[in-house]
T-cell receptor
Framework: AQTVTQSQPEMSVQEAETVTLSCTYD???????LFWYKQPPSRQMILVIR??????QNATENRFSVNFQKAAKSFSLKISDSQLGDAAMYFC????????????FGTGTRLQVTL | SQTIHQWPATLVQPVGSPLSLECTVE??????LYWYRQAAGRGLQLLFY??????ISSEVPQNLSASRPQDRQFILSSKKLLLSDSGFYLC???????????????FGPGTRLTVT
């Protein structure tokens, strides 16, 4: 079974600074997807960024980028120029391609953004 | 554009009472639908998923059941709630396309259920 591990329960970053959230996963598959989801205080899950395992190039979405290390099974999220609105729980997730892409989530990292 | 709705937003129910949570999706056809539960301070656990009307797959044995009576409607039910059923319930949808287009799920606003 696939597992996703987020070893940082909480992180803090100052506004305008950069922070990196860690995620590791365990799988025997070679083709899969990885995601970072954001859950703000409203608790609605919002997709931040997506990475396909067959792509070596790291995904980027504006201030959000990932460092995907397939051999190490590592998938970290870098947030640049942090903003107060980035404060939230961040979840790393894994899915296999298929008709129903079931997500396996990590336990999350709570990010605080300070002035 | 696609929209996903869940109701109610919050619910307080006594132990032993029935439960019905509803999820509907607009703006897409034949979506894959999912129910997740999030316990306090923890990640999401997949409970059920559905790839079509009447097709339900259960991931975790429990006190809950799911049904999909219409293409874009997904219902989570229980005949008798337990204290351990308390949590935050999220519905999600994904594209029915397979292959490289699959993978992303889009979540509803959730229902906070408290069993007393």
């Amino acid at each position: 079974a696939q597992t996703v591990t987020q070893s940082q329960p909480e992180m803090s970053v100052q506004e305008a600074e950069t922070v990196t959230l860690s995620c590791t996963y365990d799988t025997s598959e070679s083709d899969y997807y990885l995601f970072w989801y954001k859950q703000p205080p409203s608790r609605q899950m919002i997709l931040v960024i997506r990475q396909e395992a067959y792509k070596q190039q790291n995904a980027t979405e504006n201030r959000f980028s990932v460092n995907f290390q397939k051999a190490a099974k590592s998938f970290s999220l870098k947030i640049s120029d942090s903003q107060l609105g980035d404060a939230a729980m961040y979840f790393c997730a894994y899915a296999l391609p298929g008709t129903a892409s079931k997500l396996t989530f990590g336990t999350g990292t709570r990010l605080q953004v300070t002035l | 554009s696609q929209t996903i709705h869940q109701w109610p937003a919050t619910l307080v129910q006594p132990v032993g009472s029935p439960l019905s949570l509803e999820c509907t999706v607009e703006g897409t056809s034949n979506p894959n639908l999912y129910w997740y539960r999030q316990a306090a301070g923890r990640g999401l656990q997949l409970l059920f998923y559905s790839v079509g009307i009447g097709q339900i797959s259960s991931e975790v044995p429990q006190n809950l059941s799911a049904s999909r009576p219409q293409d874009r409607q997904f219902i989570l039910s229980s005949k008798k709630l337990l204290l351990s059923d308390s949590g935050f319930y999220l519905c999600a949808w994904s594209s029915p396309l397979s292959g490289r287009a699959a993978g992303e799920q889009y979540f509803g606003p959730g229902t906070r259920l408290t069993v007393t």
